[in-house]
């Protein structure tokens, strides 16, 4: 696949199911597709997460105790719906469980999120966003 080089990004994880978390810093959220074919979400910093009751919780891989952390842990056997990521480095992950994440730039020195999937990675550049997205692909 071939990623543009300037966004927004649709990425191609749709439909991939969510079957691993690893808890560390930072954490993991690894899905699998047909063919063994595998994206990762990873999240370092502060990101957003959202249930399908409307109730959106303040979450922060950097700062926050694992079992503070452990709500993605509903995660498991989720399917993706979509994955969206804008040029100022906001990332959208939609599933089908109605639940969602959602990470922008947090000013941190480091890279708040990025997502690796078949052929492509996207990384959040550190800072407040004025930076956007570094993109890899084939």
Do not use: C
């Amino acid at each position: 696949m071939t990623m543009p080089a300037t966004g927004p990004w649709a990425l191609p994880i749709e439909g991939f199911e969510i079957l691993m978390i690893v808890f560390a810093f930072p954490i993991d959220i690894v899905a699998y597709g047909e063919g063994g074919s595998s994206g990762r979400i990873r999240l370092a910093g502060a990101f957003k997460f959202s249930e399908p009751d409307g109730r959106i919780r303040d979450l922060d891989a950097e700062h926050q105790a694992w079992q503070e952390l452990a709500v993605l842990l509903t995660l498991r056997h989720d399917k993706i719906t979509s994955v969206t990521v804008t040029e100022t480095a906001q990332l959208v992950v939609t599933l089908d469980s109605g639940r969602s994440l959602t990470a922008e730039p947090d000013g941190a020195p480091y890279e708040n999120w990025e997502v690796t999937g078949p052929d492509f990675k996207l990384i959040a550049l550190p800072g407040d966003g004025s930076d956007g997205v570094a993109v890899f692909g084939s």
